[in-house]
């Protein structure tokens, strides 16, 4: 893998470049001895012939670029896109964070001599590509459908289960039977379901979801293992659950998201709107908008605490979000998307904690960069094993 120093190289010879990009960038410069950085930066200026002047302005320059490099709405899922403004101009601001140098530009005819990026295949060669939308549906009888190679319309050929898109949709008036069906998503998948009663329901990778075809009775119920988050479809008369491994969320119609995989040591329940009971061994709390519960398989233990519901929805929108967590939970996280293996050095202890975020749709190679700089560790890819090392 690619050193930082050399990575930063590598976007200063290009002429425009993406929000990740700019993230990693920025963080670099919060996170990297000024000195050091100073001399690789002036030694591009020096090479375009580009006078600098004194020391100057230094007030106000993070900010700037800040409001510059971050997206609008990093919470919402956008495609890639350049910025409109070049980098070497960003470059510019750079340098007065790194060495307290006022203010120039670049003359147009450096500008030209900039190459830009071409997208081709080739720049993720040996690569280990992100998740995609992926699932596997089984039907009641058993029988086993690769959503992601079906095409769109019915699915196996009852009229009553739609695909469309990266959705499975049930249509309540066609659905008068029993059966359940369960949704699988593999490492590295997700996948989107609208049930027979309106209920939408994100699936995060590594998990499955089991529920009947219709609601007929006096309760809607499904079950879940892994993470996903819910949008219940509002019925007063037809309370929701969900049920997991030693532990029940009770729904009349309300959006949340539930972490509730078997490797982890608790399973989370966190509330955007709406209410929820979570019950557990005779144990009940009830959430409002923006609580969090924490139950603990190990222990039947059961708690409630205030939450953070952008942050724990991150993952529906596209970005894997991290504050603060333990360095082994992040990569649980990892591996599961981008389908890897982990594996850590002796020396890496468990009081590494990483903040920070990045979008979905990276490559396995630049998310790690951004770890790398977050939780000052250093990666080697082998086939689809990571190995952390400090």
């Not at 930063?8 to 290009?14: D, N, S």
């Not at 971050?70 to 495609?79: D, L, S």
């Not at 009081?351 to 951004?370: D, N, P």
Request: charged fraction near 25%.
């Amino acid at each position: 893998m690619k050193q930082p120093e050399q990575y930063l190289a590598e976007l200063l010879a290009k002429q425009e470049w993406t929000d990740e990009e700019c993230r990693w960038l920025l963080h670099y410069l919060e996170h990297t001895p000024g000195t050091e950085l100073k001399e690789m930066l002036l030694a591009q200026f020096h090479e375009r012939n580009i006078p600098v002047p004194d020391l100057s302005v230094r007030e106000n320059i993070l900010s700037r670029i800040h409001a510059q490099m971050q997206p609008a709405q990093p919470t919402k899922i956008t495609p890639m896109r350049r910025f409109p403004w070049r980098a070497a101009a960003v470059v510019a601001g750079i340098i007065i964070l790194a060495g307290g140098i006022a203010r120039f530009s670049f003359r147009q005819q450096d500008e030209k001599k900039i190459p830009k990026v071409a997208a081709t295949a080739s720049l993720h060669e040996g690569d280990i590509a992100p998740g995609s939308n992926k699932a596997r549906l089984v039907l009641g009888n058993g029988r086993s459908v690769l959503l992601d190679q079906t095409a769109d319309g019915a699915v196996a050929n009852n009229a009553s289960i739609r695909k469309q898109d990266a959705s499975l949709i049930y249509d309540e008036a066609n659905n008068t039977g029993l059966s359940w069906n369960t949704l699988i998503t593999p490492r590295g998948g997700q996948y989107r379901v609208q049930l027979s009663d309106g209920t939408k329901i994100w699936l995060n990778a590594a998990s499955s979801l089991e529920y009947p075809v219709a609601f007929n009775g006096g309760e809607r119920e499904v079950k879940l293992s892994g993470e996903a988050y819910f949008e219940v479809a509002a019925d007063a008369f037809k309370p929701f659950y969900v049920t997991m491994n030693g532990m029940k969320v009770q729904v009349l119609g309300t959006s949340f998201n539930i972490k509730a995989y078997h490797d982890e040591r608790e399973f989370t329940t966190t509330l955007t709107s709406g209410a929820v009971r979570v019950i557990s061994s005779g144990k009940q709390v009830t959430l409002k908008p923006g609580q969090q519960s924490t139950f603990t398989p190990v222990s039947n233990a059961l708690a409630m605490e205030d939450g953070d519901p952008e942050g724990a929805t991150a993952w529906k929108n596209g970005i894997i979000n991290f504050r603060n967590d333990e360095l082994s939970a992040v990569m649980r996280e990892i591996g599961r998307w981008y389908d890897v293996d982990v594996v850590y050095d002796n020396k890496v202890t468990g009081k590494v904690h990483v903040t920070g975020a990045m979008r979905k749709q990276e490559y396995l190679s630049q998310a790690l960069k951004i770890l790398e700089l977050t939780a000052n560790v250093h990666f080697t890819v082998e086939g689809r094993t990571v190995k952390v090392s400090q």
